[in-house]
């Protein structure tokens, strides 16, 4: 099983990027997939997960800004990121689970993660 995570870049603030994470190996579609990053000396946070059903979620700190969405078809799930600001730099991790709803954002609930990609947003 692989996540393939690709489409970081350098943007200025206000840009736009668009994430996608390709699993192999695996049929994702039975399962969640979550966005986390990590920025220099922080600690990873999950910044938006989606579920088999298609139902999404978002931490506050990209709500309105980020969307998720998934195409089963081609087992890939997308992170539309629009408004970036200099604070989303990070490397960005696509993860793929079963946590139950309430539990998204905690890293221990997912079996396989994605290498990274890594996003830049200049001031």
């Known amino acids: 099983v692989q996540l393939q995570a690709s489409g970081g870049g350098l943007v200025q603030a206000g840009g736009s990027l668009r994430l996608s994470c390709a699993v192999s190996?695996?049929?994702?579609?039975?399962?969640?997939i979550s966005w986390f990053r990590q920025a220099p000396g922080k600690e990873r946070e999950g910044i938006s997960h989606?579920?088999?059903?298609?139902?999404?979620y978002y931490a506050d700190s990209v709500k309105g800004r980020f969307t998720i969405s998934r195409d089963n078809a081609k087992n890939t799930v997308y992170l539309q990121m629009n408004s970036l600001k200099p604070e989303d730099t990070a490397v960005y991790y696509c993860?793929?689970?079963?946590?139950?709803?309430?539990?998204?954002?905690?890293?221990?609930?997912?079996?396989?993660w994605g290498q990274g990609t890594l996003v830049t947003v200049s001031s």
């Open positions: 993860a793929l689970g079963r946590p139950i709803s309430s539990a998204w954002l905690t890293s221990s609930m997912y079996y396989y």
């Open positions: 190996g695996f049929r994702s579609r039975d399962y969640g």
């Open positions: 989606i579920r088999s059903s298609g139902a999404t």
